[in-house]
């Protein structure tokens, strides 16, 4: 079952530029279940990674670990060159390592403007300024105002988002990710409760931003067709381990992948 | 990471300009003209203490709602830090001797933003009801402490009465307590009050408030946008903090008596009652609400010795209908709701 | 002598254990069972208090017999309050079940403001006290416990006390009611969906609750005077007994109260300033570093 090739990474990729992150072993335990059993992977800021596996394959749990949700039982995460092991959830953000929620995490009594703004002005890490009023903070606003245009939200802008459709809320969340400037995104299931239809189209928007801003892009999906079609590189997880790490024909190719993740019926 | 310290912003002439012109500032300057002149044309003393009494609890309950309607969290245990207003005041004047005003109530607020931060700084971290049953216990642990007079600072449950303090060097407490109260006692109650809307209204639209309520809105969010949230709850304790226990410092003068009774888990019912009933969800409701709390217990203590069934069914019904909302928010609605039908028709 | 001064305390410990339990456990199981969290539950302990005086006051023209006194106490206080809570649960407390823990604990402390002056408009504003005449505890008087003489009245409490906590434990375990209660607190909707009328569970559970809440208050009285200030009292120390048990375990407000029983006895003999402050102490540190309480991860009877 030791089919790692957490080597190959380093052909696929130029062999000059530093990964923006690192894991190294990493392992968690939740009493006597494994659920990351010594992943070891890296990743670049120039490109999109797709991971996929089965429920319970460790995904959701090595994201959290990445973002600082859960702590390591074991391991190290290097980010942007810096041990980050340790560091709490915002501290990470702060240093550019952006996660997104499977449910859109926005804030419904705000509106769409304020809830991008809000991104923006923590991002400046300026929460704490007391005497200011925001809706005259002009260098906010103004980025505020390109970030909705960048993705396509001025008409909601002064809506609150309790009733935005599921779709305009996705983009809302991504926009607000986006608005951290992060140096590598991980979005877990970035397209879920979107309609077919409109799949393609948060991917695009997605992904359009990322290379415009130079955002290394790491995405959790089930949908097979997205993964290939967006990925430039796959990583297979199964029980906690790396099954393959390659580029996506050679992943959908592998046998082991196919025996384990694409006939698991997932 | 940044530790930058809070900074009044650039505010340009402009922008100064257009706040002068602002049609609400302009009401509050109407309002605040007719406060101070009412006792002077009036001369009714009973009304001059109600109103002095309203707005202290207005400081308190606007002051409380930082933490319930902008942060999200319940705290019952905000009579710790109205007590330790109250308090601070009187053990300053009886056994330190300090019989400056100013210096009492930035004492006051001081000692309770101290108290703030170690209730905070404890409770924080938990959630919901939990902060709500851990405010209660420590503040609990304070009344008791006060009631029981451990440290021998309070004198047990008689507590201690306190004389009138002097302001800037001026022998005023020397006046008659009537004139001490409508000539000067009460102005400076109402310049406290509005002192406290006007910094309260800038702090809570600048990008702190706003950061406070990401946190009461979504705080993974805040968090995962880089908000140390915990860091920020304890802030808005402490901000919350002082300014309950100025208006407790306030307070202790009006009543010239202070026990424990100011500091025990009922006192904070009353305040988080204040809080609600004007509406917890908007900025002005909690004034609204010290002063309905406080006219229709007068009122229905006039009328009936059942007014705790009053209060207690107009609490019920309040928090039934309307919520958050609260009085203020809910003829808000109304009001929109009405226009927009009018719109329509 | 050290150990007759433990003993007598430990006695009182255990009494004021039977006390807290009476006044706590119907919180906790109407919180872990029908998700409300209560506030005004003590304020039915006070009920109970006022109810006994009276009823035990005005038994005096009938009857002064000790057994018939103690059935009136044990039994028939308790039913009165039974039926008396199902029409509240049908009424004031219908619509709570819907709202948040938050607003919960807001509308009960309404109820609470409500209760206290129905208690003065039929009882007045000062404390009432049982008459010599009808008092079963001096009517027992005092037995001999190891060496010890210990009022039969407070033995008697503390063993009411132990047959609840095996009775309602017995009632989880063996009865269909009981079954359908642990489910609801596992699983509120499943329950519904499998066609069992809830409601009336709901009110089973709140009654039951509520009259055991009334059961401790006219237990109390004999011994104590009632006051308006007995429900403020109680709010605060039922609260600190469901919190440092688990809120919503059988277990849990048996082994709190028993601390607290234990911390007040001995804290009233040796630090007395600082007993209260022990108490809210505890609870404090309970929520700070054990949020779930001692038992409150293991549901109703575990």
Not at chain 1, 233 to 252: S, Y
Not at chain 2, 192 to 203: K, M, S
């Amino acid at each position: 079952m030791s089919t790692r090739e957490t080597d190959s990474t380093s052909t696929t990729q130029n062999a000059s530029t530093e990964p923006i992150l690192r894991t190294e072993n990493v392992r968690k335990e939740f009493g006597n279940l494994v659920a990351v059993d010594g992943v070891s992977l890296e990743f670049y800021d120039d490109e999109i990674v797709g991971i996929i596996g089965p429920n319970g394959a460790g995904k959701t749990t090595y994201t959290n670990l990445i973002s600082g949700a859960l702590s390591l039982t074991d391991g190290t995460i290097v980010f942007d060159g810096d041990d980050i092991s340790d560091l709490r959830k915002y501290k990470r953000v702060r240093r550019g390592l952006v996660r997104s929620f499977q449910i859109p995490q926005i804030y419904d009594e705000l509106t769409v403007f304020e809830n991008v703004q809000s991104s923006v002005l923590s991002r400046k890490q300026e929460n704490n300024r007391l005497f200011s009023l925001t809706h005259r903070d002009t260098a906010s606003i103004e980025e505020t105002e390109r970030l909705l245009e960048m993705f396509n939200l001025e008409s909601h802008a002064d809506e609150h988002t309790e009733h935005l459709p599921h779709g305009v809320r996705k983009i809302l969340d991504v926009a607000m990710s986006f608005a951290l400037r992060p140096k590598l995104m991980v979005l877990d299931e970035p397209t879920s409760g979107v309609g077919s239809r409109e799949k393609n189209a948060v991917m695009e928007t997605i992904t359009d931003a990322a290379v415009e801003r130079n955002i290394g892009l790491i995405f959790i999906e089930h949908d097979m067709e997205l993964i290939r079609s967006y990925s430039d590189r796959i990583v297979a997880l199964h029980e906690g381990r790396v099954l393959d790490d390659d580029d996506p024909a050679a992943v959908m190719n592998s046998e082991a992948v196919n025996q384990f993740i694409l006939e698991g019926g997932v | 990471m940044s530790t930058r310290l809070p900074t009044f912003g650039d505010m340009k002439a402009q922008e100064l300009k257009g706040l002068l012109l602002d049609k609400r500032l302009l009401g509050g300057g109407v309002l605040f003209a007719a406060l101070a002149l009412y006792p002077g044309l009036t001369m009714n003393a009973y009304h001059t203490r109600l109103l002095a009494w309203i707005m202290c609890f207005a400081i308190a309950a606007l002051g409380f709602n930082i933490v319930l309607g902008y942060t999200g969290l319940l705290s019952f245990g905000h009579a710790a830090f109205f007590g330790t207003g109250m308090y601070t005041v009187v053990i300053a004047m009886e056994s330190a001797g300090i019989t400056d005003l100013i210096v009492l109530l930035v004492l006051a607020m001081l000692a309770a933003g101290v108290v703030g931060a170690v209730i905070g700084a404890l409770s924080v971290k938990t959630h919901e009801i939990y902060f709500a049953l851990l405010t209660l216990a420590l503040a609990q642990l304070l009344y008791v402490l006060a009631a029981r007079d451990v440290g021998g600072l309070t004198r047990g449950t008689d507590g201690i009465g306190l004389s009138r303090p002097d302001f800037l060097g001026i022998p005023i407490s020397e006046a008659p307590a009537h004139i001490y109260l409508m000539g000067f006692y009460y102005h400076v109650i109402l310049v406290c009050l509005f002192a406290t809307i006007a910094v309260l209204w800038l702090v809570l639209r600048s990008p702190f408030g706003l950061t406070l309520k990401m946190i009461r809105e979504n705080e993974t969010r805040a968090e995962m946008s880089g908000v140390p949230i915990l860091r920020y709850r304890l802030y808005s304790m402490v901000l919350s903090a002082m300014i309950v226990g100025l208006a407790g410092a306030l307070y202790a003068v009006v009543v010239g008596h202070v026990t424990p009774e100011y500091l025990d888990w009922t006192m904070s019912g009353e305040i988080v009652f204040m809080a609600l009933l004007g509406g917890i969800g908007t900025f002005l409701g909690p004034i609204i609400g010290a002063s309905g709390f406080i006219i229709l217990q007068e009122v229905a203590l006039g009328v009936t010795t059942y007014w705790h069934f009053t209060m207690g069914l107009v609490l019920f019904v309040v928090v039934l209908t309307l919520r958050e909302k609260g009085i203020w928010g809910g003829a808000k609605a109304l009001v929109d709701d009405l226009n927009e039908r009018r719109d329509d028709s | 002598m050290p150990i007759e001064s433990l003993l007598v305390n430990t006695f009182n410990g255990l009494y004021f254990a039977a006390l807290l339990f009476f006044a706590s456990v119907g919180l906790t199981l109407v919180f872990g069972i029908l998700n409300l969290l209560n506030m005004a539950h003590a304020a039915f302990y006070g009920l109970g208090a006022y109810v006994a005086v009276w009823t035990l006051n005005n038994a005096g023209d009938v009857t002064t017999s000790t057994v018939v006194l103690l059935a009136m106490l044990v039994l028939v206080i308790p039913l009165v309050v039974f039926v008396l809570s199902a029409v509240l649960d049908k009424t004031v407390f219908a619509p709570l079940y819907e709202i948040e823990h938050v607003y919960q604990l807001l509308a009960t402390f309404g109820v609470i403001l409500m209760l206290d002056d129905v208690i003065k408009f039929i009882w007045g504003a000062s404390p009432i006290t049982v008459d010599g005449a009808t008092d079963p505890s001096r009517q027992l008087g005092a037995i001999d416990l190891m060496g010890v003489s210990v009022s039969a009245y407070r033995s008697f409490v503390i063993l009411i006390a132990v047959a609840c906590a095996v009775g309602l434990y017995l009632m989880f375990v063996k009865t269909k009611l009981g079954k359908i209660s642990q489910a609801m607190s596992e699983d509120y909707e499943m329950v519904q969906m499998l066609g069992i009328n809830v409601n009336r569970v709901r009110v089973l559970i709140f009654s039951i609750s509520v009259a055991i809440a009334a059961l401790g208050g006219a237990l109390f009285v004999p011994f104590a005077t009632a006051t308006p200030a007995v429900t403020l009292e109680y709010v605060l120390l039922s609260f600190a007994v469901i919190v440092i048990g688990g809120l919503g375990s059988l277990k849990g407000v048996v082994v709190a109260a028993l601390v607290i029983g234990m911390v007040r006895s001995f804290g009233i003999a040796y630090f007395p300033a600082l007993e209260l402050a022990i108490v809210f102490g505890l609870m404090a540190l309970v929520i700070i570093f054990k949020p779930e309480g001692l038992f409150g991860d293991e549901g109703v009877v575990e």
